[in-house]
């Protein structure tokens, strides 16, 4: 069974075709500044790997241009053989609270909720009335990035402002990167053939999130009302005291929005470094001695760590503690730095063990109290079988 996973923000598409249930990937690719003058397409096969420039005036259109090169690529023999897409979308509000089946009403529902992910979902949408179009008999679902977190309990999802604004403007804690920490959940789980398991899975990318997780359920995550908060990211503040915006803004004049920007793009490694968002320049800068590069990876460190410790307490003690996305994966010296900050805990990370990146690992020693695992995520994976499971559904 082909099913698609697909990412489409407002001016680009990603796509991942994936073999269901054998989960081999086999084709994916990106659709680039839909909609703007220079607009191109990458589709990676077998190995090679196709660029071209074209007119793409919407997201019609690349999905016009993907269903032809599939097949003249020979990746489908005919759209028949696509069984079914899983679209990503970044905010389902309150109601969506696990993957559905796409159609009109769902449609529907989403546009009411656009206030919620003004940047994220209208593009989200776009792609997936262009994929309703060219793909009308085939079974298509939405799986929310926020919909693992809604087994959150009041305690954790409210915030201390005035009720009313969660009354009557849905203010509350979402989380996001629901659907990695789900995979995360999912593979440790079958790894150590237990159901339930106290897990800390911490998403660490360019964006990053830590959740406590507890016999499948979430307890409690760092994101909140927007993926803003919670620990230090590549360009986003984390948590920070609110009454900061007022006070800049007096002093320089900048509206709340220009504000946000400043606290989203501009802040975060890149704020405190002064040189990069990306965590290997971070590294290589603080390597050299750049004294804001070293600050920037201690805060960066510290503050994961601090979640790590406070989700411990709220688990009533954590039985695994795993790392995942760009840094979670990759940084041999990032997570040292981490782990380094949360010994109260008895964690010990084995240095030899944790020389490892982007694969499937246990890197804490034999008698650290908690053990550490790397667990390279997959959301495309996640989808496909999300999706693969509702179209087997339908079809009974
Ligand atoms: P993601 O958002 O999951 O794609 O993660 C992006 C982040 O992962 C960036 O900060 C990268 O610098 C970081 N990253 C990716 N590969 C490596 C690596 N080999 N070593 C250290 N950091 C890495």
Redesign the pocket.
Known sequence: MKILSVNAGSSSLKFTLIEMPEKTTLASGLFEKIGLVDSRYTIKHNGEKIVKEISMPDHSKAVDILMEELISMHIINSLDDIEGVGHRLVHGGPEFTKTVVLNDEVIEKLIENIDLAPLHNPGSITGMKAFMQALPNVIQTVVFDTAFHATMEETEYLYPVPYEWYEKYKVRKYGFHGTSHRFINKTISEYLHRDDLKIISCHI???GSVTAINAGKVVDTSMGFTPLAGIMM?TRCGDIDASILEYVGKKTGESLSELTNDLNKKSG?LGISGVS?????V?DAAKEGNKRAILAEKMYAQKIANYIVMYNNLLGGADVICLT???G???IS?RQMIFDRVKTLGVKIDPVRNDI?GKFSLISTDDSKIPVYVVPTNEELMIAIDTMELALQNKK
Do not use: H, I, K
Request: glycine letters at 22%; proline letters at 0%.
């Open positions: 990318g360019n964006g590549g490694l968002s990306d965590s290997r320049d590294e996305a760009g840094v994966e990759n940084s990032m990146r």
